[in-house]
């Protein structure tokens, strides 16, 4: 980043020429900071740092000044999760970012007036935009289905009905106001599942300045901020979704989509096209953004990239986002009028609606050819708008005829009573035993803090006929969940109902425990808390100083057996692995508490899959996936973990569906239900057959073992694999090679055979399969499918030709397996009929007493790459030697035959060279045709010039055959070459 410019270099692929973008500012604050003694970040020497009020004096003083001249003005940052939206319209800790910095000068401003005839007024609100529901933040409780946005016939504009605007006269009470929307948004997003990264958050500013001229008539100047935190703009493409057949275009990114479609339009009306259509009307933060976006505001969008070059795809997607938007142009007005013209506004308006509601003015005739029902409907849909605007109207009226004291006393009064309860409680908190919650978002984290009272504390749901002491809500909640039993400074939780879950320090909780300072709880699926006791602060073993969510969900992880041992032990690919083991963990759980309230008979399961086991085309190293099985069926699928996650989304906008009482919830077709898929095909498990057997010319022709991802025997599989001729016929039994050198810079034939199966399961009577890939295959090689058996036969061949063997082949056959992809075909059908009467509860406790769900910690260690039979290669081995020992006993037993058959031969019978080539033929053959024949004879040739003529008999002498091979002229040195013969050796 240089000046104005951004530059992109993919570093993956240097072909790719680097793409430059240019725009009002680009800021580096990536690296290149140091720490000032307030714990600011500052640049370090000679570095382009951009520092929070670096950014703040570029873009946040331009919020305000607009403010000032009475425009609306919007601010909303852009990206994907984890590049630094928060951080730049937050901040975190001493690093506070444009929202707070924006909102401290604004009261510097309002403080530092000393003009009579200028008042200011500032008023506060905070709203979430989640799976298209609006969420009031400055309150606890919203309705179902949250608040409705209607729009103002007058203006067009786009309201949320029922949001609160507070009044605020200071920037302390701003700060206690954010402090009290992000604990509400925490509580909410936990009850809910919500996870931060896929909501937006929207802070708006009415800043207001009324003055009075010179005969005393008021004048209005009102400023509208929206401060805009917008949701991860992360494609499926990037989590890996991009395969399921449910798309995450659902609501979770319904309204990102709709942006881009609304800043699209409204580029291509600003460069001079004709008739387009913005289509704000798609979701509910384009409607509410309307005017920031197209209208009446002076807008800055803020673009948040991560320098990953992981990211470069979601980079680049950013920029050309923010390219688009920068080609809008807005026409901003001053919004300033008379305080009695908007008043008598608002009246006349009032008497209108007043009027049409009353039935003295037409609301709703129909259209043509619409029934009575249709028209109902319409009729009752406009009265509510009318009553909703009306309120809007009297509520807007009341705020310009409130008198400054009043409004001043009101801003006070709240700011007063927030500040009472939160000294109240951080008083209590210094000497009373409690607990504080945590969050994946570590800006959640620590914001909601419950005192354990001495006695009894009851720990659930809240119930109209009482009310616990500490109120949960959401999945997997009871309504006496667990209980607190505080005696002085002692505190012992007990689950409050049989089958409660929860964990301390990843423990389930079974019975009394007295817990100890930083004591990690785990109520229900998802609502996690840290016990805090300020006089003992004796811990229990383990505890790390700080405790946050990662150590948490690891404790929870290593519960489960995914132990994979220190960070230093892991490789660079079992530290990924153990990374989307901790975010998923929490997920599967949730996702089997919805099957549960939703009764879907589904069930969840994090498991890993060696990359030669994993169905995915390309895959390589170990993969972590997510297993779905139906309890009545008993039928599994295996989803990737961008998948899941989808899946994951759009089980939450079911499940909230659910709790605002949709009643389509029970009544959804298949195909939109995330927790259905089609029965179709799964992998069963996994078989190796190592080829060290090739290397020696011997045939592997074993049944081995059918392992699933657990290392559980799921069956046999019967396969030989052999060297063969270009044809595919045997090279028979004989066919040996001592050295596997000896095939170097030849052609090699081998045969791979699928004779048979066994099946163990009995559900995959339907059909099975066989898949596997050989080395240099681009895709797998698949065996018909054999139906109605468990004892499938398959009798597939296949023959592989290599063309010249090299060091690489011949590594690969000692080194190497053929892994067989066994797979199964389903069908929905219950097995058994008594467990469709059962809830997804029970099935899931009668699965985990059967130990089904039982965690077999061994094989699902990080350090395991491979599910394959660690002995296997071992077992190829012997074969291999067994082999060799077969075929040298077959060597001795013929070498003694001939001996005692020459020996039983008349001297004159008994000739050398006849002996030596039936030595030769017993000792050197192995029935390879590679061998080179004249090897053997200059072999011959070379023992005939040592040993000589008189060598005809086998008892004659040595000294003779001496004699005689000097007086033939074998010199010293042809001797010593002959010593080293192997028919010397045998001789």
């Not at 992000?182 to 896929?198: D, E, G, K, P, Q």
């Not at 990843?506 to 009394?512: H, V």
């Not at 657990?710 to 063969?724: A, F, R, T, W």
């Amino acid at each position: 980043m240089q000046g104005k410019t951004t530059t992109m270099i993919n570093l993956e692929d240097s072909s790719v020429a680097p793409k430059t973008f240019t725009f009002d500012f680009s800021y580096w604050s990536h690296d290149g900071f140091e720490m000032d003694d307030e714990g600011i970040s500052v640049a370090a020497g000679g570095s382009n740092y951009a520092s929070q009020r670096d950014v703040f004096n570029d873009l946040g003083q331009g919020v305000l000044n607009n403010a000032y001249e009475g425009f609306n003005t919007s601010l909303f940052a852009y990206g994907q999760t984890g590049a630094g939206k928060s951080y730049s319209m937050v901040g975190y800790g001493p690093n506070k970012g444009i929202v707070p910095i924006t909102c401290d000068e604004l009261f510097k401003t309002v403080e530092a007036n000393t003009d009579d005839n200028l008042k200011y007024c500032v008023y506060f609100s905070m709203l979430e935009i989640y799976n298209e529901c609006v969420r009031d933040l400055l309150v606890k409780d919203n309705p179902k289905g949250g608040l409705p946005v209607r729009q103002n016939p007058s203006i067009g504009a786009f309201y949320v009905q029922g949001l609160t605007k507070q009044i605020v006269g200071s920037y302390k009470g701003i700060e206690a106001k954010m402090d009290e929307g992000t604990n509400n948004r925490t509580v909410a997003s936990t009850a809910m599942n919500a996870t931060s990264s896929r909501a937006h958050t929207v802070v708006t500013i009415q800043f207001d300045q009324i003055k009075k001229n010179e005969v005393g008539e008021e004048t209005k100047r009102s400023s509208i901020i929206n401060l805009v935190d917008l949701a991860g703009s992360e494609r499926a493409g990037s989590t890996g979704a991009t395969g399921d057949r449910l798309k995450e275009g659902a609501n979770i990114n319904k309204s990102l989509s709709a942006l881009g479609n609304v800043i699209s339009a409204l580029a291509d009306a600003s460069t001079g096209k004709k008739k387009v259509m913005v289509p704000y009307r798609d979701s509910v933060l384009t409607k509410l953004l309307q005017n920031a976006l197209g209208g009446n505001s002076k807008t800055i969008m803020i673009a948040a990239l991560s320098p990953a070059d992981i990211n470069y795809d979601e980079t680049l997607g950013t920029l050309r986002y923010a390219d688009r938007a920068k080609q809008i142009k807005n026409k901003a007005v001053v919004n300033e009028n008379p305080m009695d013209k908007l008043i008598r506004e608002l009246k006349e308006e009032n008497d209108k609606l007043k009027k049409a509601l009353g039935g003295e003015m037409p609301v709703a005739t129909g259209a043509p050819g619409m029934t009575a029902e249709e028209t109902a409907a319409m009729r009752k849909q406009m009265e509510e708008e009318i009553r909703a605007q009306l309120e809007a109207n009297a509520s807007a009226m009341a705020d310009m005829q409130m008198s400054d004291v009043d409004r001043t006393a009101l801003a006070q009064q709240q700011f007063n009573e927030g500040q009472l309860k939160l000294l109240e409680k951080e008083k209590e908190k210094e000497s009373s035993p409690h607990i504080t919650n945590l969050n994946e978002d570590e800006a959640l984290s620590g914001v909601i803090h419950h005192l354990i009272k001495e006695g009894e504390s009851i720990v659930g749901r809240k119930d109209p006929s009482s009310e616990p002491a500490i109120v949960l809500s959401g999945l997997s909640i009871q309504k006496s969940h667990a209980i607190f039993v505080r005696d002085g400074n002692s505190v012992i939780i007990k689950p409050g109902v049989v089958g409660a879950k929860t964990k301390v320090n990843g423990q389930a909780l079974n019975g009394d425990r007295t817990l100890m300072h930083k004591d990690r709880i785990l109520f229900g699926s998802n609502h996690m808390y840290v016990y805090f006791d300020p006089v003992n602060k004796d811990c229990a073993e383990g505890t790390p100083e700080n405790v946050d969510w990662d150590f948490a969900q690891k404790e929870i992880a290593q519960a489960k057996g995914f132990g994979g041992g220190g960070d230093g032990q892991l490789s660079k690919e079992q530290q990924l692995a153990q990374e989307q083991i901790l975010e998923l963990l929490p997920m599967v759980s949730e996702s089997n508490a919805i099957s549960e309230e939703l009764n879907k008979h589904m069930s969840f399961e994090v498991i890993l899959l060696s990359g030669a086991a994993n169905p995915s085309e390309g895959s390589k190293g170990t993969k972590v996936m997510v297993k779905m099985k139906n309890l009545v069926t008993g039928n599994t699928w295996l989803w990737e973990r961008g998948q899941f996650m989808n899946r994951r989304y759009l089980m939450q906008d079911l499940y909230q569906r659910f709790l605002d009482g949709d009643g389509t919830v029970d009544e959804m077709p298949n195909d939109e239900d995330p927790f259905w898929d089609p029965p179709g095909e799964v992998l069963i498990g996994t078989s190796n057959a190592f080829l060290q057997a090739l290397a020696y010319g011997i045939d592997f022709d074993e049944p081995i073992m059918v392992g699933d991802y657990k290392g559980e025997d799921q069956g046999k599989l019967n396969v030989m694999i052999s060297p063969c001729d270009d044809k595919g016929n045997s090279l028979g039994e004989d066919y040996f090679i001592e050295d596997s050198s000896e095939l170097l810079g030849k052609p090699y034939n081998y045969k791979v055979t699928i004779k048979s199966c066994d099946i163990n399961e009995s559900r995959f009577f339907v059909g099975s399969f066989i898949k596997y890939k050989l080395e240099g295959d681009e895709e797998h090689t698949v065996t018909p499918t054999v139906t109605k058996t468990l004892s499938p036969v398959f009798n597939h061949d296949r023959v592989v030709k290599i063309d010249k063997v090299t060091q690489d082949t011949l590594d690969w056959f000692e080194n190497s397996c053929i892994t067989f992809l066994v797979y199964g075909c389903q069908e929905d059908r219950a097995s058994d009929a008594k467990l469709m009467k059962m809830s997804t509860k029970e099935l899931r406790q009668k699965e985990a007493s059967s130990g089904a769900l039982k965690t077999n910690a061994l094989t699902r260690q990080l350090t395991k790459s491979s599910v394959a039979d660690d002995s296997a290669p071992l077992k190829t081995e012997i074969i291999v030697l067994k082999r060799r020992n077969e075929i040298l006993a077959k060597k001795e037993k013929r070498i003694q035959a001939i001996v005692t058959e020459w020996g039983k031969k008349a001297p004159e019978e008994q000739k050398f060279e006849p002996f030596y080539r039936a030595i030769s033929a017993a000792a050197f053959n192995t029935g390879t045709m590679l061998r080179s024949a004249a090897t053997v004879i200059t072999q011959v040739i070379r023992a005939q010039k040592l040993v000589g003529s008189q060598a005809g008999s086998i008892g004659s002498g040595g000294d003779n055959a001496s004699t005689t091979g000097q007086s033939n002229g074998t010199t010293p040195s042809a001797v010593g070459r002959a010593a080293g013969s192997k028919a010397c050796v045998i001789m």
